[in-house]
């Protein structure tokens, strides 16, 4: 039998549960607790694409040091469902913990003997109090956070408050919970003393951050960003930013005066319909946005071609999951990166952004309009399930109050009066953006036709192919000048002086933060650059040329980023050494550590022979 | 529409409405369809139905699918914003456009390939939604500019040029139109102009979804014996229900019609429409009389036309979404942006 494990503010707790019981809600409490403790965490839902009855599973790392991607390893594991059992068992780190309701018996071979048992025979005490089944069901949640948080030494104060805060509407439900809550309070004090290593202790790391998730932060940034149009399909995991959407503007956008939404949204038929709305809003001057992830961007490619070459402004949210075709659903991936570099037949290139997290979300969702409409184009905010559909721990959002938006190249009523020239697609500022009108703007000037198939400069049909290059030419130009205004790249250099660098985007930054800070420890150093968006700059190409080695970090089998930094930069492949996890799990800073350190101690012992 | 390009000078005797425009100022560009093709009898009597109604030619955005209808927007009201979107897909780009700016008219025109099959998804649903606007489907039965292939609204046993039999059941996008939600639908054939353009103008001026099927032949391949969108077909089997007349405020009654035969329907803008009925059970405020009326006459080869149906207490998709009066394109940051004390309220609850 390994030591037990013994840790203060560093562990991670996996729950086990049935889809729809319930235990969702019951589980966050517990890890907002840990937070209002001052201690970091870093939650993560793992479930099925099912409604009711299937295996679901809540992690919840606790991290002093503040790291918030996934660790990797579990050291106590919440058993509630029979269903994963074994497999549960099996995931316990040696010297960890299983928590598990013991009012039935189950027989010793399907235990470990390296693992230790905490038995609580929850069934038993929910029954014996309360007689309505879906009572017991619930309850039976609460009395587990109560009996973990005697267990780890969360303040029961911290508890009762948030249960207080989360009825605060329902009071009536306040008193039950915390009844149910001290029931496991007290047993796991009478009956479980000394059985857990793992503790939470006060401390101040989180500071003035929120605990927020993507799809959340999303809707958000949409709102201040100033979308009025949202068009959108359900489909997971993109739904709840159309549905945060709604929620933020019925909050924020309805005039006090006369009770009518200053917005409007519309769920549409299918996704097709969904970006067609969205293009021909952002036609007429509003901003504009749909939500969606792979399936719905394969559905809406030819669309996307023609909003690239009718230089429409409209922003597109992709919230990626794990591909191909129906795929994993509820599972995280950076697979849809080509689908949406180069979406739609023809020649196209498409602006894409790649939030580290919801914070950077919130920024990105609302820049992505500014951008929309200074390029005139779709831009992609890149995100996916990871950060949207789980709470994360990031800076508070921020704002300010001064800022305008960019509504980018608009010809109004008075520039035509004045006399100003106005061909649609015409670059007469020489960053090859042309002017627009919006319609209805002006009796006698200004009109235009909108359409997909070729035109010259003035927005007329033709056929003739040097007037059909010169605007093909000029969109790579406009391409240009798209580098210039999309979010740098964040460049970190090393403490010390190395060959190697690494390449990351997305919700891979905190496992990063963490295998950097790990490797640094090892001697390893590595300089290192963020992508933000696509396309890249010259800072981008000039890093990799700066460095022998590039550790490409990414969440999809055919390293993807790979294929467009190549591409895109005129860099040699071979300088490039992918490190790819796409099993559908967030990538850990385990993974990148073993892959980072494998390869670096390799080559260092190569050039020692 | 044009058929020949016309010298820029204009006439100091022509024709002008109360806006002191031409005839001229709601034309377009030269037409590239066949001569004697329908679509550009339907161009003319949009031409002339804003011109009649006074409209200012900007304030009307002009959508369309893909193919020949769909190439017909360039061919009238050349002020106006034009969109020639993707196959099937003008229903949702209007829709955006129009959830962005309420105060335009819309008017999408598409044909009864992009309508009936690829994008037939988008036009019922466009309809339920109850966006305002005058959607005029221009069918002729075939893929035009594909060269005479069946469409999904010929009749079973039509003919293709060919000699080939259409075995599928026809679609009927105005009994469609009626059977989700559209608030005034008709039907005509552009070989009559005096039944289109009242249609067209009453449709404008209705506030809701309107759909305006027009049986518009194809002189190309759709045209010939054996078609059942052929000219001479159409003629002989139309059945008008009614003619209309849009009558302003003050209009005087000129002409006289036997008592119980006329009805007079006001519009939401103070004129209203005179039906003057040729079958005098018919009631186009009746839906479901409409709809078994127009499956009857279907069934006995006759093409029903005119006012088929006209909800009076008609509202449409921004009602349901309850939007503020202003156009949702006119709002700016501070209509738009919570602000920072907004935002550290929402901070402070994610705590």
Known sequence: MPTPVKSINDFVVKFANVNGSGSASANEMFARSILRMGVPVASRNIFPSNIQGLPTWYEVRVSGHGWLGRRGGVDLMVAMNPQTWDKDVASVDPGGYLFYDSSRPIPASKFRDDINVIRMPLTEICNAVYSDPRQRQLFKNIIYIGALAQLLGIEPDVLENLIGEQYKSKPALIAPNHQALRMGHDYARDNLAGACGL?????????????????????????????????????????????????????????????????????????????????????????????????????MQEFLGLAYFAEIPMVLIDVQRGGPSTGMPTRTQQADLILAAYASHGDTKHVMLFPQ????????????????????????????????????????????????????????????????????????????????????????????????????????????????????????????????????????????????????????????????????????????????????????????????????????????????????????????????????????????????????????????? | MTYIVKPKLRHPALPVNKLGFTHRDYEGTVSTLCAGCGHDSISAAIIQACFELAIEPHRVAKLSGIGCSSKTPTYFLGQSHGFNSVHGRMPSVLTGANMANKDLIYLGVSGDGDS??????????????????????????VYGLTKGQFSATADKGSKSKGGASNMDTPLDLASMAMMVGASFVGRSFSGDKEQMVPLIMAAMRHPGPCFIDIVSPCVAFNNHAGSTKAYDFVRAHNEAVNRLDIMEPRDPITVEYAPGTTEEVALHDGSSLRLAKLDADYDPSDRIMAMAYLQAKAARNELVTGLIYMDRHATDMHANLNTVDVPL???????????????????????
Not at chain 1, 238 to 251: G, L, M, N, Q, R
């Open chain 2, 116 to 141: 009936a099959s690829i994008g037939l998804g988008q036009f019922v649903h466009c309809i339920r939604r109850g966006v305002n606007m005058v959607y005029i489907c221009e069918n002729n039965g």
């Open chain 2, 329 to 351: 394109n006119g709002l700016s940051e501070k209509d738009l942006c919570p602000g920072t004390k907004a935002l550290d309220a929402f901070n402070a609850s994610h705590r």
């Open chain 1, 199 to 299: 503790k939470v202790t006060r401390a101040d790391g989180v500071k003035d951050r929120i605990f927020v998730n993507g799809n959340d932060a999303a809707g958000l940034g949409c709102v201040y960003g100033g979308a009025t149009v949202a068009a959108w399909y359900p489909i997971t995991p993109s739904t709840s930013v159309a549905e945060a959407f709604a929620k933020h503007c019925k909050k924020y956008r309805v005039d006090p005066a006369t009770g009518k939404n200053k917005f409007a949204i519309v769920q549409a038929e299918d996704e097709i319909s969904a970006i067609g709305a969205v293009i021909g809003a952002g036609w007429n001057g509003a901003r504009a946005f749909t939500a969606t992830s792979g399936p719905g961007v394969s559905l």
């Open chain 1, 357 to 609: 997290d919801p914070r950077e979300l919130f920024e990105f969702a609302a820049q992505a309009f500014d951008l929309a409409e200074r390029l005139q184009t779709p831009i992609f905010v890149m995100e996916d399930l990871d950060i949207g559909m789980n709470e994360w721990l990031c800076e508070p959002f921020a704002w300010d109050d001064a800022r305008k938006y960019d509504r980018g190249k608009i010809m109004t009523a008075d520039d035509l009066d004045a006399g100003k020239l106005f061909g649609r697609y015409l670059d007469v500022d020489g960053d090859a953006i042309g002017y627009r009108t919006l319609p209805g703007t002006h009796p006698s000037k200004g009109a235009y036709f909108t359409r997909g198939s070729s035109h010259d400069k003035m927005a007329k049909y033709t056929e003739e192919g040097d007037a059909y290059q010169e605007v093909m030419q000029r969109l790579l130009r406009k391409f240009e000048t798209a580098k210039s205004l999309v979010p740098a790249p964040v460049i970190h250099q090393a403490a010390e002086k190395t060959g190697y660098g690494v390449i990351y985007f997305g919700s891979t930054a905190p496992a990063m933060d963490e295998a950097l800070a790990a490797l640094k420890e090892e001697g390893l150093h590595l300089n290192t650059l963020r992508l933000r968006a696509f396309p890249f700059s010259e800072a981008v190409s000039d890093f990799i040329n700066a460095h022998e080695q590039i550790f490409l970090v990414e969440q999809n089998r055919d390293a993807q980023m790979r294929m467009l930094l190549v591409n895109e930069c005129g860099v040699d492949p071979a300088r490039f050494i992918s490190i790819l996890n796409y099993d559908g799990t967030p990538i850990t800073a385990r993974f990148i550590i073993s892959q980072i350190a494998g390869r670096m101690t390799m080559t260092s012992r190569e050039a020692a022979e």
